[in-house]
């Protein structure tokens, strides 16, 4: 019973009385209480709006170069909007789009399956988000600057993006941005992986934990490990660009060579970043919508593990064209094959799910089948690529990009799509409309393969990536206008279905508690989930632990009763203070970065000694963060109580969340 | 777990209020740690390969560096790292009055190092003339133990700030995890140090 109370909450006996605080606030609804939030749940759904209003921008930008190379010679876009359009929409669909919305989906679903009322470090939470949003601003400001946005390719290769080749602002605001994207994916990831180990109710044993956070678990690790490799490489070349070091300059010693390896050390890290959280949320759909449990699940679990361990043993493979020599293309070849064997054990186990399965095919269903299906493809194109030899024809061509986006749309991107739509009635309480739900489903199926099945054959005939535009005989032209037809009903897709979730967030049918008959311990909660999450601590007594508590429910709801008076007998249902000072510390690294990346290196005739407006600004910055971090930690981690009545609602005067009330 | 529990009773390696019985704190910074030994280990990957290829009319590493001055804060370092240890085991006994001395001890060792540093690189750019823009040593160099001296830096504002914050009267016994986080850190730092001690200085002497 220990172990249901939060160790931060424990009342601090006399000194809680006399809190070093300046400011509590306490709005719980209204512009300040979002700014201010530190509920898992909150900052799960802003990492989500954030996410789709990124898919707006980075499909327009898609739409922008299917436009452009529909017909040969075409002249929409000159050739160096291209290089924008494709370097910010790989950049945004990476960065801001799939790691959002999987760090939406882990922020809202994972604490909630382990049977938690908030993640460990729940303003380190809040923390996370805003500095996710301000990297997001920084490596978008070059849109509404004469500098102009990024144009150097996702993968930013060393030597183009040093000062010689690129000396505009551009790549300081890329550069800058995706440090500050890496800083907040690690400290989300860290709160991640201490939540799971330590915030699990009792009875959550590891080999109970539902698929997701499992899933959610490995690539925390992945994120934490991978992510500094990026940002050495980021911080080195900001160093070649801010202060003329020669770590990518070569005619002092420099190997551009090095940005390649540190990028894919942490590159091939991150494409299983993107997949693992889809992974994860197929094995919750499947089992739920064949009414059987997983298949496998320890080999699921394990197969997980050993494709994030065998994904940092394999970085090479994007360079088997750099010259690496026989043996190491050799065995990076193989161990890039050897991943192929734990992902197709995945594979036959979610089959394994189906078969025999009373199959509902409903809209998440669709979603997670095609997923299944899509990504299959994207994974046999991606052993071809395991073999050197053929890599060496496949590089740089359309067939990467065929691959690539099977793996990331028909892979992640549909599983976060069938994800949205399946948990949508726990988030909203509301449900979306079946019709709608599937024709989107149909629409973004069918637009996605007409888009990037032709891309196959166009690269095996050599179309070449990235490059603006090409004449009309070299054979690509009804491939490539079939891909832009399919494009614009991708498109078309995906603007059903978002017009459908907001619909339905606002006027769609009210839905009872656990509308799938799930199997998971968050659908045991009424929606939308209340404040606080859980009543009582649930004890979790099987691997499915909803599914067990729906066939008990005599001993469930009296070990409820017991928990719940436990928990009174501690003062009540601890929730955490919100707090002002994580949102505070973004907004100085925000102005930080602008300092950095964004204000001119001054004249030296106006401003002849170390202060200029560029060291002005980022060190004004600083102290915004420094000062918000020292506040952040005087004023504590305390809470406060709360008391709920029969109906769950929480009862009078607890609601304003007064020190009064816990201690 | 009632706040009115005799002091005697806290164990200071069991929290339980969470699954593992290991403080939330702990597993933070064991994991961020781990994160940290990445971003050092392609820094002096960097280095490592770097090395292996001087541009010719560089200076070379043995022309500059000055190993007993380096191996002198390297000592003082380590000693930091005593105290450090002894200041995390006086608050685990509630004695506050050594752990201050401790802690002070501690951040005065950090200030010795960061000192040396200081006019380390100072006699290397005014005197040796090796800077971070004229050749690859000095960028690999600065930027290696630059950041290393950041680390150090954060580390003793950390120290400082944990210092003051025990005059406030909050930090008692059952705070022992925020100074013992703390002190993780502390002797990873120096931990890193060692590395970068073989790495970049002994090895130039093999």
């Given at each position: 019973?220990?172990?249901?109370a939060?160790?931060?909450?424990?009342p601090?006996?006399?000194q809680?009385?006399?809190?070093?605080?300046?400011?509590?606030?306490?709005?719980?609804?209204?512009?300040?209480?979002?700014?201010?939030?530190?509920?898992?749940?909150?900052?799960g759904?802003?990492?989500?709006?954030?996410g789709?209003?990124?898919?707006?921008?980075?499909?327009?930008?898609?739409?922008?170069?299917?436009?452009?190379?529909?017909?040969?010679?075409?002249?929409?876009?000159?050739?160096?909007?291209?290089?924008?359009?494709?370097?910010m929409?790989?950049?945004?669909?990476?960065?801001?789009?799939?790691?959002?919305?999987?760090?939406?989906?882990?922020?809202?679903?994972?604490?909630?399956?382990?049977?938690?009322?908030?993640?460990?470090?729940?303003?380190?939470?809040?923390f996370?988000?805003?500095?996710?949003?301000?990297?997001?601003?920084?490596?978008?400001?070059?849109?509404?600057?004469?500098?102009?946005?990024?144009?150097?390719?996702?993968?930013?290769?060393?030597?183009l993006?040093?000062?010689?080749?690129?000396?505009?602002?551009?790549?300081?605001?890329?550069?800058?941005?995706?440090?500050?994207?890496?800083?907040?994916?690690?400290?989300?990831?860290?709160?991640?992986?201490?939540?799971?180990?330590?915030?699990?109710?009792?009875?959550?044993?590891?080999?109970?934990?539902?698929?997701?956070?499992?899933?959610?678990?490995?690539?925390?690790?992945?994120?934490?490990?991978?992510?500094?490799?990026?940002?050495?490489?980021?911080i080195?070349?900001?160093?070649?660009?801010?202060?003329?070091?020669?770590?990518?300059?070569?005619?002092?010693?420099?190997?551009?060579?090095?940005?390649?390896h540190l990028?894919?050390?942490?590159?091939?890290?991150?494409?299983?970043?993107?997949?693992?959280?889809?992974?994860?949320?197929?094995?919750?759909?499947?089992?739920?919508?064949?009414?059987?449990?997983?298949?496998?699940?320890?080999?699921?679990?394990?197969?997980?593990?050993?494709?994030?361990?065998?994904?940092?043993?394999?970085?090479?493979?994007?360079?088997?064209?750099?010259?690496?020599?026989?043996?190491?293309?050799?065995?990076?070849?193989?161990?890039?094959?050897a991943?192929?064997?734990?992902?197709?054990?995945?594979?036959?186990?979610?089959?394994?799910?189906?078969?025999?399965?009373?199959?509902?095919?409903?809209?998440?269903?669709?979603?997670?089948?095609?997923?299944?299906?899509?990504?299959?493809?994207?994974?046999?194109?991606?052993?071809m690529?395991?073999?050197?030899?053929?890599?060496?024809?496949?590089?740089?061509?359309?067939?990467?990009?065929?691959?690539?986006?099977?793996?990331?749309?028909?892979?992640?991107?549909?599983?976060?799509?069938?994800?949205?739509?399946?948990?949508?009635?726990?988030?909203?309480?509301?449900?979306?409309?079946?019709?709608?739900?599937?024709?989107?489903?149909?629409?973004?199926?069918?637009?996605?393969?007409?888009?990037?099945f032709?891309?196959?054959?166009?690269?095996?005939?050599?179309?070449?990536?990235?490059?603006?535009?090409?004449?009309?005989?070299?054979?690509?032209?009804?491939g490539?206008?079939?891909?832009?037809?399919?494009?614009?009903?991708?498109?078309?897709?995906?603007?059903?279905?978002?017009?459908?979730?907001?619909?339905?967030?606002?006027?769609?049918a009210?839905?009872?508690r656990?509308?799938?008959?799930?199997?998971?311990?968050?659908?045991?909660?009424?929606?939308?989930?209340?404040?606080?999450?859980?009543?009582?601590?649930?004890?979790?007594?099987?691997r499915?632990?909803?599914?067990?508590?729906?066939?008990?429910?005599?001993?469930?709801?009296?070990?409820?009763?017991?928990?719940?008076?436990?928990?009174?007998a501690h003062?009540?249902?601890?929730?955490?203070?919100?707090?002002?000072?994580?949102?505070?510390?973004?907004?100085?690294?925000?102005?930080?970065a602008?300092?950095?990346?964004?204000?001119?290196?001054?004249?030296?005739?106006?401003?002849?000694?170390?202060?200029?407006?560029?060291?002005?600004?980022t060190?004004?910055?600083?102290?915004?963060?420094?000062?918000?971090?020292?506040?952040?930690?005087?004023?504590?981690?305390?809470?406060?109580?709360?008391?709920?009545?029969?109906?769950?609602?929480?009862?009078?005067?607890?609601a304003?969340?007064?020190?009064a009330?816990?201690? | 777990?009632?706040?009115?529990?005799?002091?005697?009773?806290?164990?200071?390696?069991?929290?339980?209020?969470?699954?593992?019985?290991?403080?939330?704190?702990?597993?933070?910074?064991?994991?961020?740690?781990?994160?940290?030994?990445?971003?050092?280990?392609?820094?002096?990957s960097t280095?490592?390969?770097?090395?292996?290829h001087?541009?010719?009319?560089?200076?070379?590493p043995?022309?500059?560096?000055?190993?007993?001055?380096?191996?002198?804060?390297?000592?003082?370092?380590?000693?930091?790292?005593?105290?450090?240890?002894?200041?995390?085991?006086?608050?685990q006994?509630?004695?506050l009055?050594?752990?201050?001395?401790?802690?002070?001890?501690?951040?005065?060792?950090?200030?010795?190092?960061?000192?040396?540093?200081?006019?380390?690189?100072?006699?290397?750019?005014?005197?040796?003339?090796?800077?971070?823009?004229?050749?690859?040593?000095?960028?690999?160099?600065?930027?290696?133990?630059?950041?290393?001296?950041?680390?150090?830096?954060?580390?003793?504002?950390?120290?400082?700030?944990?210092?003051l914050?025990?005059?406030?009267?909050?930090?008692?016994?059952?705070?022992?995890?925020?100074?013992?986080?703390?002190?993780?850190?502390?002797?990873?730092?120096?931990?890193?140090?060692?590395?970068?001690?073989?790495?970049?200085?002994?090895?130039?002497?093999?």
């Open positions: 019973m220990e172990a249901i939060k160790s931060d909450f424990v601090k006996g006399e809680a009385a006399k809190p070093l605080v300046l400011w509590r606030p306490m709005a719980k609804a209204g512009v300040l209480s979002w700014l201010t939030t530190v509920d898992h749940k909150r900052i759904f802003l990492y989500g709006i954030s789709l209003f990124f898919l707006l921008v980075g499909g327009v930008e898609a739409l922008l170069i299917r436009v452009q190379l529909a017909v040969p010679n075409n002249t929409f876009l000159t050739s160096a909007q291209y290089s924008e359009m494709f370097t929409h790989g950049t945004t669909m990476i960065f801001l789009v799939v790691m959002p919305i999987g760090a939406a989906f882990f922020n809202f679903v994972m604490p909630l399956q382990i049977g938690a009322r908030d993640v460990a470090f729940p303003r380190l939470n809040a996370s988000f805003w500095t996710f949003l301000v990297g997001a601003i920084i490596v978008n400001l070059g849109w509404f600057m004469k500098a102009g946005a990024p144009d150097a390719g996702w993968v930013g290769y060393t030597p993006t040093t000062r010689t080749f690129t000396p505009t602002h551009a790549i300081d605001m890329w550069v800058m941005g995706l440090q500050l994207l890496g800083v907040a994916s690690i400290a989300a990831a860290l709160n991640f992986i201490v939540t799971i180990i330590n915030l699990r109710a009792p009875g959550m044993t590891m080999m109970r934990l539902p698929v997701f956070t499992w899933m959610t678990l490995f690539t925390s690790f992945l994120i934490i490990l991978s992510f500094p490799a990026i940002t050495i490489a980021l080195e070349l900001m160093m070649d660009r801010l202060f003329g070091t020669n770590f990518f300059e070569v005619s002092n010693g420099g190997l551009p060579i090095l940005w390649q990028f894919w050390i942490f590159g091939h890290p991150e494409v299983y970043i993107l997949i693992l959280p889809a992974m994860g949320i197929i094995s919750e759909i499947l089992p739920t919508f064949s009414r059987k449990p997983l298949f496998g699940y320890p080999i699921v679990v394990f197969s997980g593990a050993s494709i994030g361990l065998l994904g940092f043993g394999v970085w090479s493979h994007h360079m088997f064209t750099s010259g690496l020599g026989t043996v190491a293309t050799a065995a990076f070849a193989l161990m890039t094959m991943i192929a064997v734990p992902t197709g054990v995945k594979i036959f186990n979610w089959i394994g799910t189906l078969w025999g399965g009373h199959l509902s095919m409903r809209t998440p269903m669709m979603f997670a089948l095609g997923f299944l299906w899509m990504f299959m493809i994207g994974g046999f194109s991606g052993v690529h395991a073999a050197a030899p053929a890599d060496l024809q496949q590089h740089g061509s359309y067939f990467i990009v065929a691959h690539f986006h099977y793996v990331l749309i028909g892979g992640s991107l549909f599983a976060l799509l069938a994800g949205i739509q399946y948990w949508f009635p726990l988030m909203f309480g509301r449900r979306v409309s079946e019709f709608w739900g599937k024709m989107s489903f149909w629409l973004v199926f069918i637009g996605f393969n007409a888009t990037f032709p891309m196959h054959f166009l690269g095996l005939e050599g179309m070449p990536r990235r490059t603006y535009t090409y004449d009309g005989n070299m054979g690509w032209n009804l490539n206008l079939i891909s832009s037809v399919g494009a614009f009903i991708l498109a078309a897709g995906v603007g059903v279905y978002l017009v459908t979730i907001v619909y339905t967030y606002f006027r769609g009210r839905t009872t656990d509308p799938w008959d799930a199997r998971t311990l968050e659908w045991s909660l009424q929606n939308p989930v209340p404040e606080y999450n859980f009543r009582a601590i649930p004890t979790v007594h099987a499915d632990g909803w599914w067990y508590e729906k066939r008990h429910s005599a001993e469930i709801e009296r070990e409820a009763g017991e928990h719940a008076k436990a928990e009174d003062g009540g249902i601890h929730m955490p203070f919100q707090s002002i000072y994580p949102f505070l510390a973004s907004v100085g690294i925000l102005v930080g602008i300092g950095t990346a964004v204000v001119d290196r001054a004249d030296p005739a106006l401003y002849p000694g170390f202060w200029g407006p560029k060291i002005a600004v060190l004004a910055g600083g102290a915004i963060m420094f000062v918000s971090v020292v506040l952040w930690s005087l004023e504590g981690c305390e809470g406060y109580h709360i008391h709920l009545n029969d109906d769950g609602s929480v009862k009078g005067d607890d304003r969340g007064g020190y009330a816990g201690h | 777990m009632s706040s009115d529990a005799p002091a005697a009773t806290i164990d200071h390696h069991f929290d339980p209020t969470t699954s593992t019985g290991i403080p939330n704190k702990k597993i933070l910074m064991w994991a961020f740690l781990a994160s940290d030994c990445m971003f050092f280990g392609c820094l002096i280095h490592l390969i770097y090395r292996l001087p541009p010719p009319g560089t200076l070379a043995r022309q500059v560096f000055s190993i007993e001055l380096t191996s002198f804060s390297t000592f003082i370092l380590l000693m930091s790292s005593l105290m450090m240890a002894l200041a995390v085991n006086a608050i006994k509630g004695n009055k050594s752990m201050r001395w401790s802690l002070l001890t501690t951040i005065f060792f950090g200030c010795i190092f960061l000192g040396c540093q200081v006019y380390e690189f100072r006699n290397f750019v005014f005197e040796k003339h090796l800077t971070i823009t004229n050749s690859i040593l000095g960028s690999t160099f600065f930027t290696l133990t630059g950041t290393h001296g950041l680390h150090v830096l954060v580390g003793v504002i950390w120290l400082t700030g944990m210092l914050y025990s005059f406030t009267g909050r930090l008692t016994e059952r705070q022992a995890i925020d100074v013992e986080s703390m002190g993780l850190y502390w002797h990873f730092v120096d931990i890193v140090w060692i590395v970068i001690f073989t790495a970049v200085y002994l090895l130039e002497y093999i």
